[in-house]
């Protein structure tokens, strides 16, 4: 049997590289599937949804193996598959999604019903999604492979470009999906919550969809530079000017046409004096009071059913304090949820692969080996302006 080794969640703030069993074409219950194929893992991302887990801040189990953003290599078919072949190069959708029952027909495979037993949607390495085995490990299992699986056409064009194609597992079609939700569109004016990742990657999918002014707050500076340097306007929010007066002094108006949520429930409060205390509705009523009347809110920010470690009992149950009355009243709409990966993924990947966009240089793409996985963590939960890739078998090094 082959040896596999894997990033571990063993308790708050603590992950290990450690040794974990080989993947088998089995289910999370260990009944034989035939409709999965094994990968040999090429790239695999830390998520900020890795980080929440990381932090104690989900009920996420010590000795779950972490890893929902996935490319790797075919090596294993089990014998229903018959669009794969051995060798193919593949980019894994977070989601996991069987292409029979009525949502994945409808193209919302972030709720997959026949995936989780626990509640609708699945993925790989994460708290209550079914089990899954995470993908931050040398060998990973993907089940439905013919549905679930993005092959690269050409496989030495796409290791040419593979630190751009390991964000189309999960950051890039998020950050588009919020674009796309919130009605970005030709000579829009755009505010995004947010400067890690998520948020530089919706960022430069509202440039592709045709964006007039891109705007990125966030209270980490460092992020902020590198945002700047990549070609998006900043906001500071940890300057006592409020965020309408910062948009007024770059838009001549505090409000803008669109505006997407890319931080989620661990947000900090606005403002000096709060910007490390921790205000779960803070980003959501922000951006209700800086869109325009009748405008549009994507939400791909990661909320929570549990968050053991909120700041109150309500937030704890996923209770927030939020501003319905003021949405209401602005006739705003709202779009949360998992973001259905493969609603844009192929078209993203031809965006990657003609020029479109170059998305490894928006995040900040740095490429690390599975061993140096923990401190990429402790440097990504620090604020780092990075998008850490872990390269498993050195393949990327190569390929670069």
Request: aromatic residues 6%; proline residues 5%.
């Amino acid at each position: 049997m082959a040896n596999n080794r894997g990033v571990v969640y063993t308790g708050p703030g603590k992950v290990e590289v450690q040794s974990i069993d080989y993947p088998k074409l089995s289910d999370p219950k260990g009944r034989k599937i035939n409709h999965g194929v094994i990968l040999r893992v090429v790239s695999t991302n830390i998520c900020g949804s890795d980080q929440h887990m990381v932090r104690g801040r989900t009920t996420a189990p010590s000795g779950l193996v972490l890893g929902h953003e996935i490319t790797g290599e075919v090596i294993e078919i089990g014998s229903d598959v018959e669009t794969l072949a051995i060798g193919d190069l593949v980019s894994v959708p977070f989601n996991v999604a069987c292409g029979r029952c009525r949502t994945c027909k409808e193209q919302h495979t972030g709720v997959c019903l026949s995936v989780n037993p626990s509640r609708a949607g699945g993925a790989y390495g994460y708290v209550d999604m079914g089990g899954w085995i995470g993908g931050q490990a040398e060998y990973v299992m993907v089940p439905y492979a013919d549905f679930n699986l993005l092959r690269f056409p050409d496989k030495e064009q796409a290791l040419s470009k593979i630190a751009d194609l390991t964000c189309l597992s999960d950051i890039l079609p998020t950050g588009y999906h919020g674009a796309v939700t919130a009605g970005v569109g030709p000579g829009s004016t755009v505010y995004i919550a947010g400067a890690g990742p998520v948020g530089l990657a919706a960022a430069a999918s509202a440039q592709l969809l045709g964006a007039a002014v891109v705007i990125v707050g966030d209270v980490n500076p460092l992020r902020l530079v590198h945002a700047e340097k990549v070609g998006f306007h900043t906001v500071n929010l940890s300057l006592d000017a409020s965020l309408g007066e910062q948009i007024a002094q770059i838009l001549g108006t505090p409000e803008v046409d669109c505006a997407v949520d890319c931080v989620g429930f661990e947000a900090r409060g606005h403002g000096h004096s709060g910007a490390q205390q921790e205000a779960p509705a803070t980003v959501l009523n922000s951006l209700m009071e800086v869109t325009r009347a009748a405008g549009k809110i994507g939400i791909p920010g990661l909320y929570v059913t549990d968050d053991p470690g909120a700041v109150d009992q309500a937030a704890k149950r996923g209770s927030l304090s939020i501003r319905l009355g003021l949405g209401w009243a602005k006739s705003h709409s709202f779009h949360t949820g998992q973001t259905p990966v493969m609603k844009y993924n192929r078209a993203l990947m031809q965006a990657i692969l003609w020029d479109r966009i170059k998305v490894a240089e928006a995040v900040g793409v740095q490429v690390i080996s599975l061993d140096e996985a923990p401190k990429g963590y402790e440097a990504f939960d620090a604020g780092a302006p990075k998008k850490f890739v872990i390269d498993p078998h050195g393949l990327l090094e190569k390929a670069a």
